[in-house]
C-alpha cells in the first residue's frame, strides 16, 4: 500500500501520521462547542457530529455522534465499521465530489482540546512480553525464568478503569504502603519508585456473551482499533500488596492512553507474526491471523524545566509474544462476558537490548544503574515533574500511521483533603 | 429498636425479612411494565416509578425511578438517602394518613420478577476474613501461617464487573486451563473443581476524586448499602492461573447478588466492631465507628431433583477482620477514583469451625473430606444441576432485617457456538 492523497494537504507527507491512510478517531472540544466526536486528518479534524447532522455520513436510523464517546459506533458492528471507513475515504480523498461540502466541517487541530475517545467499560491489564517479564524475573527473583504458566497462558489480570486518563492528563504521584526488605512494620506516604511501563492498548468493539467463550478469529474481528497506553506503575507499592491476589492499589491511580483510536483497518497492511512458539500452545488459543503489529515505539522523558524531551526507548509492538486477539480470546474462554469498550492493555513492551526495555524498573535495572538524559540529568525511577510521552509510528511506503503522543506530567502526592 | 409497625400487615412479622425497618431497594418487572425502581415491604412492592410520576414522592428536579437501577439515586448523595427513607417510612407506617393513596401502587412480590437492582461500575473483591486465609493457606500451601502483609492491608484484587448477575441467573460451568502437579502440560476444558465464596457486597454510593485519598469515616459515609455475594470460583483453574497476577478465568465466569440493596441506614443499629488487632493497622486505616454487622449468614446446596436444599453452612459477617469501611478506604489510598455502583466483595466469610466455613474448598478440605447433604448425597465440589443459595438475615428485637436469597443454578459448560 502506498499514500492515499486527500485534498486537506497537510495529510499527503510522508511523515504525517495522520494521512488519508489512517483516519483515526477521537472526541475534541473546541471553544465554541462541548467535546465531540472527530476524525484526524492531517492538520484538521472533521466533525463528526456536524458532518452526520448535515446527512453526510448517515451509518443508522438514530444519531451516533452526538456523544462525546466513539462506544455507539462500535456497538453498530464490524459492516458500520467498515461502511463508515470507506464513506469518510471517498469525502476526503483527493478529487472528491463532496469536497465544498465536507471542507466548512473541518476544524484545525491546533484550536481544539482532545478528550477520552471512548468510555472505558473495563480495563485488563497483561503480562505478554517476555523480555519483560525475564527482565521482572531477574530484577525481583533472582531468576529470569519465566513463571510456569507463562508459556501456556496470556496471563492478565484485571485493572481499574476509573483512572484511565486521555494524554495530557496530569497524574497524582500515589501515596500507598510499602516496606523495606529489612524493616518491621509497613509504612504509608508517596511512592518512591515511580514508573511507567510502554503497551499498547487494544479496543474490545463488539461484544461476547456471559458463558460463551470465542475462538481467536472472532476475537481479532471483535476488536475495534488501537492507543498506545501507559500503565503507570508504583513499584513499591505493588512490591509489598501483590501477593498473592496481584498488583491494586501499586496500578490504580493512573493509566494514560493516546487520545487517537487507531484503527485495527488501518493497521491491516502492517500485521506481523508472533515469534516462534516455546512450547505449543493449547488448540483454543490458535488463529489463522498474524495478530501482531509492527509498529515502532519510543519513550521520552523531560523533566521539569528542560527544553526538550529525552528519548530513552525505542522498540516495537511485534516484539510481544502474545497477541490482542489471543489474549481476548483468553479473557472470554471461562465464559466472561466481554462487552464494548473494554481495553485490554498489551503488558510491557521491551526488547532484546537495554534501549528497548519500556519501564524504568528495567531501564534503570531497578535503580541500580540510573541513566542519563540529554540534559546530564540521571534517573532511576520517575521525580515529581517529569513529563513521560509515548510515542508511535506504523511505517509504510510513503506514508505514516501514527498514535499521537500519550503524554502525562507527574505532580506530588496529594493528602487527605 | 423494635419493630416498626406498618399498615401493611405482612411486613409486620419478627420473621418477614422485609419490615419497615428494612425498606430494602430493588428493580422490578411485572407482566404488564418494563423493570423499574422498587422498594420491598413484606409480600409488596413498591413502585417508585408509580410514586414519583404521581407526586408522592419528589427528591429532585427531574425523574430518579424511570429507570432500572438505583444509580440515579445513589448520585444524589447520603442527605437525599436520609430524606428517601424518611419519606418512605412516613408513606408506609401504620397510621399514615397517605395510605389511600400509596396503596393503589403496591404490586405483589409474587407476580414480579426482580432484576439487577443497580448498574454495576466496577467490581473489587478482597481477601479479609482471617479464618479463610488461614484456611486456604493450610489446603494450598501446607501452612495456615498468613501472607506477610494480610495484618496490615485489606488484600483486594479488581474482579470483572460484565460478570456480575442477579440471583436466580443460571451459571455455565467454565472451560479453562488446568494443570495436574505431575502433568508435562496443562488441559483445557470444564473445570473439575466449582466453588462458591459467601460473601458480603458493599456498594459505594458517591465517588471520590481521582488522586484524592480518603479517610475510613468518609467511606463509611459513601457506602450505599449491602448485598449477598456469592463468588463462583473455579479452584482448578485458579490454580494454575494466579501467580503472579492473580485470579483472572477462575473468577470471571460468574458473581451472584441478592436482588434487594440492604441499605446501610437499615443495618445501622447492627454494628459490630472487628476483631482487636493483631499487628496495629497504619493510622489511615483507623476510623471512629464499628465497621462490621452482626448479620447471620447460611448457605445451602440443593441437587438437580432433591427436594429441598440442605443447610451446608453457618457463619456471621461480624466474623471478618476488615471492614467494607477500611476496604473502601485502602481502596482509594493510591488515589483510585471511586464511582457510585461500585461493588466491593468483603472477601469469603468462615467462622473458627468446620460448619461456619464458606467454600466447598474448606467444608471438603479441598475435596479430600466430602460432605453429606441431606439426601445422601456426597459433595467435594459444585455439579452440574446444584442450586447453591446464600441467606442473610440481622435479627432484632421483634422483627428481621433479610435480604433476599441470593442462589444460582450451575448448568454445564458451553463450548464455542
Chains 1, 2 share one sequence.
Not at 436510523?61 to 464517546?69: G, I, Q, S
Not at 516484539?319 to 474462554?333: G, P
Amino acid at each position: 500500500m502506498s499514500l492515499k492523497k486527500s485534498w486537506v494537504t497537510s495529510a499527503n507527507s510522508a511523515d504525517h501520521p495522520f494521512p488519508l491512510n489512517n483516519l483515526p478517531y477521537g472526541v475534541f472540544s473546541t471553544a465554541d462547542g462541548d467535546p465531540r466526536c472527530g476524525v484526524a486528518i492531517g492538520d484538521m479534524i472533521l466533525d463528526m457530529e456536524a458532518a452526520e447532522s448535515t446527512g453526510l455520513i448517515a451509518l443508522a436510523d438514530y444519531p451516533l455522534f452526538d456523544v462525546p464517546f466513539w462506544n455507539e459506533v462500535m456497538d453498530q458492528g464490524p459492516a458500520v465499521w467498515a461502511a463508515l471507513r470507506d464513506r469518510l475515504t471517498a469525502l476526503l480523498a483527493q478529487g472528491s465530489a463532496e469536497q465544498a461540502k465536507v471542507e466548512p466541517l473541518l476544524v484545525a487541530a491546533a484550536d481544539a482540546d482532545l478528550h477520552m475517545p471512548f468510555g472505558v467499560s473495563e480495563y485488563t491489564d497483561f503480562y505478554a512480553g517476555m523480555q519483560h517479564a525475564k527482565n521482572m524475573g531477574a530484577i525481583l527473583r533472582g531468576s529470569p525464568d519465566l513463571p510456569a504458566n507463562w508459556l501456556h497462558i496470556p496471563i492478565g489480570y484485571n485493572g481499574r478503569a476509573s483512572s484511565v486518563v486521555v494524554s495530557g492528563t496530569e497524574i497524582h504521584r500515589p501515596n500507598g504502603q510499602t516496606k523495606a526488605p529489612d524493616a518491621d512494620m509497613p509504612s504509608f506516604g508517596p511512592s518512591k519508585r515511580l514508573d511507567i511501563e510502554l503497551e499498547m492498548g487494544a479496543i474490545v468493539g463488539t461484544g461476547s456473551e456471559l458463558g460463551q467463550p470465542i475462538t481467536v478469529d472472532e476475537a481479532d474481528a471483535m476488536i475495534f482499533g488501537y492507543v498506545l497506553l501507559n500503565d503507570w506503575s508504583a513499584r513499591d507499592i505493588q512490591g509489598w500488596e501483590y501477593q498473592p491476589l496481584g498488583p491494586f492499589q501499586g496500578k490504580a491511580f493512573g493509566t494514560s492512553i493516546s487520545p487517537w483510536i487507531v484503527t485495527a483497518a488501518a493497521l491491516e497492511s502492517f500485521r506481523a507474526p508472533t515469534p516462534p512458539r516455546e512450547k505449543e500452545l493449547l488448540p483454543y488459543l490458535n488463529g489463522s491471523k498474524d495478530g501482531l503489529y509492527d509498529i515502532e515505539l519510543e519513550v521520552l522523558m523531560q523533566p521539569e524545566g528542560a527544553e526538550k524531551a529525552s528519548s530513552i526507548a525505542k522498540t516495537n509492538y511485534n516484539r510481544m509474544y502474545y497477541s490482542a486477539a489471543e489474549q481476548l480470546c483468553h479473557h472470554a474462554s471461562g465464559g466472561c462476558e466481554m462487552s464494548p469498550g473494554d481495553l485490554l492493555g498489551s503488558g510491557t513492551i521491551s526488547g532484546a537490548e537495554r534501549s528497548e526495555f519500556g519501564s524504568l524498573m528495567e531501564l534503570s535495572w531497578a535503580g541500580r544503574e540510573p541513566f542519563t538524559l540529554d540534559t546530564g540529568e540521571t534517573r532511576g525511577f520517575i521525580e515529581d515533574g517529569d513529563t513521560l510521552t509515548l510515542r508511535g509510528n506504523a511505517r509504510g511506503d510513503g506514508f505514516t500511521i501514527g498514535f499521537g503522543d500519550c503524554t502525562g506530567k507527574i505532580l506530588p502526592a496529594k493528602t487527605w483533603g
